[in-house]
């Protein structure tokens, strides 16, 4: 079984500063990792994802984040947000190659950009 | 853009009472998931559905839900007897192939079960 721990339920921090969005996960076996964003009355958006290879992926609207096996985090961060970036964002991990394709999200960040 | 669509958006019930929540999943995608989130809570994976199919799920997925896609484009999760705690948001996800590992979700329907 796989868990997830976003560390930060809220996180305010002001337009056009950098931020860093905290995941951490536990699991036996190798998984993949997602961040997923979600405006207000929207769905779940896919922001990027972690396969393999490079450790660092990035997404859209200028987010990437880092895979670090040994310490089993995946942080998002964005060099400077805009007002835009306003919503909450899930980090999440499905088996990898396990042929199980379910999700297991974490709690949450809602950040908050302040103008 | 293809998008997930969900109705209603918000659904109000006595507890007891049967319910269906549809969605429409983008229309090229085969693999189709149930998620759902309490207030406050994480979201959690209820059920992922294929060709006509339960592929998996998850301990919360007991004999009260089902799924089923009637016909080409509806997916619907059916709660028999709505209990309080079936209170919650919940999400539909489709995916065109599982292992390129993107689901694409819907804006959700609130469900209050009173």
């Known amino acids: 079984a796989q868990s997830v721990t976003q560390l930060d339920s809220q996180v305010p921090v002001f337009e056009e500063a950098p931020v860093e969005l905290r995941c951490n996960y536990s699991?036996?076996?190798?998984?993949?990792l997602f961040w997923y964003v979600q405006y207000p009355n929207q769905g779940l958006q896919l922001l990027l994802k972690?396969?393999?290879?490079?450790?660092l992926v990035k997404g859209i609207n200028g987010f990437e984040a880092e895979f670090n096996k040994s310490q089993t985090s995946f942080h998002l961060r964005k060099p400077s947000v805009h007002i835009s970036d306003t919503a909450e964002y899930f980090c999440?991990?499905?088996?990898?190659?396990?042929?199980?394709?379910?999700?297991?999200f974490g709690k949450g960040t809602k950040l908050s950009v302040i103008p | 853009e293809p998008e997930v669509t969900q109705t209603p958006s918000h659904q109000v019930t006595q507890m007891g009472q049967e319910v269906i929540l549809r969605c429409v999943p983008i229309?090229?995608?085969?693999?189709f998931y149930w998620y759902r989130q309490i207030l406050g809570q994480k979201v959690e994976f209820l059920v992922s559905?294929?060709?006509?199919?339960?592929?998996?799920k998850s301990e919360i997925f007991d004999d009260q839900f089902s799924v089923e896609r009637p016909d080409g484009s509806n997916f619907t999760l059916k709660i028999r007897s709505t209990k309080l705690e079936d209170s919650a948001m919940y999400f539909c996800?489709?995916?065109?192939?599982?292992?390129?590992?993107?689901?694409?979700f819907g804006p959700g329907t609130r469900l209050t079960v009173l």
């Open positions: 996800a489709s995916s065109e192939d599982p292992s390129y590992n993107e689901q694409f």
């Open positions: 699991s036996s076996v190798s998984v993949y």
């Open positions: 972690y396969l393999s290879g490079s450790t």
């Open positions: 999440a991990v499905t088996p990898a190659g396990a042929g199980s394709y379910q999700l297991t």
């Open positions: 229309s090229n995608h085969l693999y």
């Open positions: 559905f294929y060709n006509n199919e339960i592929s998996e």
